[in-house]
């Protein structure tokens, strides 16, 4: 069964500071890898995606993050967290070529500090 | 605005009582996912629709749960006799199967809390 293990579920910075947040799947077959933001009081919003191609996915905001196929791995980075980056940040995936429902990590709480 | 759109917002139930949930998806989407999700967890999965056919469903969606999308548009989750630990966020998603690799787009939630 597919599961996804985010390591991080709270994380605590401060302002600039930078940021890698913590991805791990488990899939035997090819997946579409994603990271969704919710912001409070504000409903999920996609921040990037992974299909195909290059490794390294821009997203918007500033927010970038690295496939590693060897590791299954797809950790989310930004080089300098901005106080509006204070959010919940799920990473998930599916299986390419099935349903495409989502599996998610439990999620990981990103606090920036002024 | 035309992004998901989820109705009503909040819900405040007692026990024992029946609850409708409805979602409208993004224009032409064909695709429409229910998720749950509770406190400290990420969303899981409850089910699925390619155009008004249900083509999927988690062993979380018990006998009381039932979900429709009549003419493949918008959608109903109705959960019958609720329990307390029916209390959660219901989301509701939708995709164009054959763009951005079914990218889902995700509605505000229903916040259901069962007395």
């Known amino acids: 069964a597919q599961s996804v293990s985010q390591h991080n579920h709270h994380v605590i910075l401060s302002e600039a500071a930078s940021l890698e947040l913590g991805c791990n799947y488990s899939?035997?077959?090819?997946?579409?890898l994603f990271w969704y933001v919710q912001y409070p009081g504000q409903h999920l919003q996609l921040l990037l995606k992974y299909f195909s191609g290059d490794p390294l996915v821009k997203g918007i905001k500033g927010f970038e993050a690295e496939f590693i196929k060897s590791k299954f791995s797809f950790n989310l980075r930004k080089p300098s967290v901005q106080w509006s980056d204070t959010a919940e940040y799920f990473c998930a995936v599916n299986a390419r070529g099935n349903t495409g429902k989502l599996i998610f990590g439990q999620g990981t709480t990103l606090q920036v500090k002024p | 605005d035309t992004g998901v759109s989820q109705d009503p917002r909040h819900k405040i139930t007692k026990r024992g009582q029946n609850v409708t949930f409805r979602c409208d998806p993004i224009s032409e989407h064909n695709r429409l996912y229910w998720y749950r999700q509770t406190l400290g967890q990420g969303p899981e999965f409850l089910t699925y629709f390619q155009n008004e056919a249900q083509l999927e469903k988690s062993r979380l969606l018990s006998d009381r749960f039932s979900a429709e999308r009549p003419k493949g548009s918008f959608s109903t989750l109705e959960i019958q006799r609720t329990e307390q630990g029916d209390s959660a966020m219901y989301l509701c998603?939708?995709?164009?199967?054959?763009?951005?690799?079914?990218?889902?787009?995700f509605g505000p939630g229903t916040r259901l809390t069962v007395l």
């Open positions: 899939y035997g077959g090819t997946v579409n």
């Open positions: 998603a939708s995709s164009f199967a054959k763009r951005e690799r079914g990218t889902q787009y």
